[in-house]
């Protein structure tokens, strides 16, 4: 009989247990405001003009708010966003936006704020989104020096503060989704000619797939790397004519993740599995979650391959060719 009740109380442990992990996971968070206004600057007439003025601006509040940013206006960067309330936003260009014709805007992940934008978490520079977004930068245009290119380091959302509950939903990546939408379609009426390549890491991947959908027909290509799923089970659910990429590093974590989507809990199925309808790329050199943009590495340069709109020269996990990837538009 003793041996009854202890049993019958182990099960009931583990059932609350359960029970808690189900609640936590799986009740949907509160309904997330998306701020309105944050980018300062929207196309028009006098669009470069604007810009500029944006620029100018957003380096006066940036002085106006102490360290860190203070630092970071002084150094003739280009500003779009700055608002360091909360985790903050701040969505920084490099090369001339309004001239570029192929623009990569890159969407960081977990961890990422404001004050972390330029040194990355845990002073992992290779993870910065300004960092990032810079190597891509120098990389594309050392590879093509006639091209007029742009990259975007778009910080334009709230992006979950660790690898926990809000991490595991999807209520952060569709907030800052409807952003991320929002802002590709400002950019596709400055720059209607322009290609524009959407590149997502880690939970930021999450936010583009979301996002696909309602995309403009200017973003050419969806790119997700170290993705711990884009909210769907297959490619073709994205409902996005865009050409859809993903690497992952053998040697990222994000494969150790469970891979689920119920109730809003989980994020699909993992891009650079087989069978999910994509274009898997080399990321020789990749060694952790951290560092798919790192000069030297298979990865950075398959992404600039992908941005110049150079599809028939990415390299896949074997570093041989990929066939057949010649862009049709």
């Not at 993903?246 to 989507?261: E, H, K």
Request: glycine share 12%.
């Amino acid at each position: 009989m003793r041996r009854c009740w202890k049993a019958i109380s182990a099960v009931s442990a583990l059932c609350v247990v359960l029970l808690a992990l189900a609640l936590l996971l799986f009740t949907p968070g509160a309904a997330i405001a998306v701020p309105s206004g944050l980018t300062g600057w929207h196309p028009g007439s006098g669009a470069r003009e604007a810009l500029t003025r944006t620029y100018d601006a957003n380096r006066l509040a940036m002085q106006a708010a102490g360290a860190p940013y203070a630092q970071w206006a002084g150094q003739d960067r280009q500003f779009l966003t700055f608002d360091p309330r909360g985790n903050g936003r701040i969505v920084e260009v490099f090369g001339d936006l309004g001239a570029a014709d192929r623009i990569a805007v890159l969407v960081p992940g977990v961890a990422t704020r404001a004050d972390n934008f330029n040194t990355g978490l845990g002073d992992v520079r290779d993870r910065a989104p300004a960092v990032q977004a810079q190597a891509l930068f120098d990389a594309a245009t050392a590879a093509a020096p006639s091209q007029r290119v742009a990259v975007i380091a778009w910080l334009g959302y709230d992006a979950p503060q660790g690898v926990g509950r809000d991490a595991a939903r999807e209520e952060l990546a569709r907030a800052g989704a409807t952003s991320l939408d929002s802002f590709a379609k400002d950019l596709a009426s400055l720059r209607p000619s322009a290609q524009v390549t959407v590149v997502g890491h880690s939970y930021g991947s999450v936010v583009a797939g979301l996002a696909a959908s309602d995309l403009p027909s200017q973003v050419k290509d969806l790119v997700v790397v170290g993705s711990p799923g884009m909210g769907v089970s297959r490619a073709a659910d994205l409902h996005t004519s865009a050409h859809v990429w993903a690497g992952q590093s053998a040697r990222d974590w994000i494969d150790w993740l469970p891979t689920f989507s119920v109730w809003g809990a989980g994020h699909g199925t993992m891009p650079a599995t087989p069978g999910f309808g994509d274009t898997v790329f080399g990321t020789g050199g990749v060694t952790d979650h951290d560092h798919y943009l790192a000069p030297g590495t298979q990865s950075l340069s398959n992404i600039v391959k992908i941005v110049l709109g150079q599809d028939y020269s990415v390299t896949g996990p074997d570093s041989s060719a990929l066939p057949g990837q010649v862009r049709s538009n």
